[in-house]
Nanobody, 117 residues
Framework: QVQLVESGGGLVQAGGSLRLSCAAS????????LGWFRQAPGKEREFVAS????????YYRDSVKGRFTISRDNAQKTVYLQMNSLKAGDTAVYYC??????????WGPGTQVTVSS
């Protein structure tokens, strides 16, 4: 099993940057694909970015391509989401999640990101 805890959220002005971190417990961290998702008030949770176990493959939703970067440090059991050029539309609770067989089975409690315009 994997337990996940996000950090790094906060209030930032439009155009600013934040770096989210997600620390994991468990002995097989590198065997999990990791993803970041977000949920804005009144909206469904949506995929933001993902990274494979080795870090060799990454995927992004179109609206964050070129602005967000996902990375991972398997030695530190941590996944990151660097968010630049933030927009008001990026305001949401951000969650990290882990998948071993293609399904995200493990989720963190989330961290709030608020972008003021």
């Amino acid at each position: 099993q994997v337990q996940l805890v996000e950090s790094g959220g906060g209030l930032v002005q439009a155009g600013g940057s934040l770096r989210l971190s997600c620390a994991a417990s468990g002995r097989t961290f590198s065997s999990y694909d990791l993803g970041w998702f977000r949920q804005a008030p009144g909206k469904e949770r949506e995929f933001v970015a993902s990274i494979s176990g080795t870090g060799s493959s990454t995927y992004y939703r179109d609206s964050v391509k070129g602005r967000f970067t996902i990375s991972r440090d398997n030695a530190q059991k941590t996944v990151y989401l660097q968010m630049n050029s933030l927009k008001a539309g990026d305001t949401a609770v951000y969650y990290c999640a882990a998948a071993r067989t293609g399904v995200y089975d493990y989720w963190g409690p989330g961290t709030q990101v608020t972008v003021s315009s």
